[in-house]
């Protein structure tokens, strides 16, 4: 597909294998080409295709792909759509990531959908010192050792943090001490001294 006529039928024609293709197709074109085709692939049955479209909206941002992307969050049933809807509404920003994320992390409990929020908020610049000290302290005090990991990362991301500096290195101490050996290990490997060369 190499023109938005062509990317435009496929989209309409409901297959599947079209929509995919044609989700492909638009990296070629403008946001504003782009994003009411997106939108109508985020009506479709099958999730890959939701998923893709919630892709395509975090590259192809304009106000109304960020509007979009928060109306998934809200109202998608499959976590694999809401889970990519959270990356892709980080590329929009910290300014508008931020908060949405925070409050889905709260409210939606599957273990994707969080990872996400983790990974996306951990790797956006900018995103404040505090919400990654606040998302650290979340995941750790999650029952998934996976979620918690990721808090590990997290306060390796402040241990040189001007204000969490002295926070995260205490912090890690004393997961140092956990019960969870996967937990204690990540902590004392961030604890440990460089290797020299």
Not at 72 to 101: T, W
Not at 120 to 131: F, N, R, T
Not at 149 to 156: K, Q
Request: aromatic share 4%; hydrophobic share 45%; with cysteine.
């Amino acid at each position: 597909m190499t023109n938005l006529d062509e990317i435009r039928a496929a989209v309409a024609s409901g297959d599947t294998t079209q929509r995919v293709r044609a989700i492909t197709a638009l990296r070629e074109f403008p946001a504003d080409d782009c994003v009411p085709l997106l939108l109508e692939c985020l009506r479709d049955e099958v999730f890959l295709v939701r998923s893709l479209a919630c892709m395509g909206l975090g590259y192809k941002r304009n106000q109304q792909s960020l509007q979009a992307l928060l109306l998934v969050l809200e109202s998608e049933g499959d976590a694999n759509v809401r889970a990519e809807a959270a990356n892709s509404l980080a590329r929009h920003g910290a300014e508008a990531a931020v908060a949405p994320l925070l409050a889905l992390y709260q409210r939606d409990d599957h273990w994707l959908v969080r990872r996400s929020i983790l990974a996306a908020l951990g790797e956006e610049e900018g995103v404040p010192d505090q919400v990654i000290w606040q998302l650290a302290e979340l995941a750790l005090a999650d029952g998934d050792t996976n979620l918690q990991l990721s808090g590990v990362e997290l306060l390796n991301r402040l241990v040189n943090a001007p204000v969490f500096s002295a926070q995260a290195l205490a912090r890690l101490e004393e997961l140092r001490q956990s019960s969870n050996h996967r937990l204690a290990g990540a902590a004392l490997e961030r604890l440990l001294p460089p290797e020299p060369c």
